[in-house]
């Protein structure tokens, strides 16, 4: 079966994916875009569980200034080489992250960060259980999750800060 390249363009756009594993998806899926970009996300899942327990010694802090400079926030993401510490997909992800926590305060990191007895909801206390502000229908885990698989490398936030005058 041939493929349109307008197609596996298309879904390449849609998915970040690359343009061969955009066309062997197109091909198992017979055309089917919708299809295709389930198939991938599933693949990336895949990879993104492979590279979780890989070192992650490299990185940046962002900061981020509310409108206003009432409230600020402070992330330091890890990932596992400076190179990939440098590309745009990196720096946008720490820069979204420094805003979900100057937005939503979160707590902790991760569940595990809770201590028992503590009486939170989960997911308005932990960075990665909260709904990503700028698309509530996806977790901040799953926006990580998403940069791991478009740059190839485990991707962990060490830690963060939240300012707010008078607090």
């Known amino acids: 079966m041939k493929i349109p390249t307008d197609r596996v363009r298309e879904l390449r756009e849609q998915s970040g994916a690359g343009i061969m594993e955009c066309r062997n998806a197109l091909l198992e899926v017979e055309g089917d875009i919708a299809r295709a970009l389930q198939l991938l996300k599933q693949r990336n899942l895949l990879k993104v569980e492979k590279k979780r327990e890989r070192a992650a010694s490299q990185g940046l802090i962002e900061a981020y200034i509310h409108t206003g400079g009432r409230i600020g926030a402070m992330v330091e ?74 740059v190839g490398e485990n991707i962990k936030v060490s830690r963060f800060a939240r300012f707010e005058v008078g607090a």
């Not at 939170?120 to 990503?132: F, G, I, N, R, T």
């Not at 502000?133 to 885990?141: F, H, R, T």
């Open 77 to 150: 993401v890890n990932c596992e080489t400076d190179f990939v510490a440098r590309t745009d997909e990196f720096k946008e992800l720490a820069h979204y992250l420094a805003m979900q926590i100057a937005a939503q305060d979160p707590r902790f990191i991760s569940q595990e960060e809770i201590p028992e007895g503590t009486d939170l909801e989960a997911q308005a206390a932990c960075l990665l259980l909260q709904p990503y502000i700028k698309n509530p229908d996806m977790s901040i885990q799953a926006l990580i999750d998403e940069t791991i698989a478009k």
